[in-house]
């Protein structure tokens, strides 16, 4: 799989944002759609790359559940 460089973390507004090169190719959900027999497998894949998006540390970036804490607290 393509992993696009990444350009910029900041933030617009009080969103977080990454600016990021563009991989042309097949989106994570096509083979979903494709296959649509095999959702259980693909959704499983899907959640495992999202997971492991997410422990990835980025300075200048808040972790999502840090976030989502604050904003449940506010």
């Known amino acids: 799989m393509p992993v696009p460089e990444v350009f910029a973390v ?4 009080e969103r977080q944002t990454i600016v990021m090169e ?3 190719g097949p989106t994570l ?3 979903l759609r494709e ?3 095999r959702a ?3 959704l499983a894949e899907l959640v495992a790359v999202q ?5 990835c540390s980025v ?3 808040e972790p999502l559940q840090a976030r989502l ?3 449940l607290q506010a």
Do not use: I, N, S, T
Not at 10 to 13: T, Y
Not at 51 to 55: D, K, L, Q, S, Y
């Open 10 to 13: 900041g933030a617009f507004g």
């Open 22 to 24: 563009y991989c042309p």
């Open 29 to 31: 959900g096509m083979p």
């Open 35 to 37: 296959q649509p027999r």
């Open 40 to 42: 259980e497998v693909c």
């Open 51 to 55: 997971r492991r998006v997410h422990a």
């Open 59 to 61: 300075p200048g970036l």
């Open 69 to 71: 804490e604050r904003k």
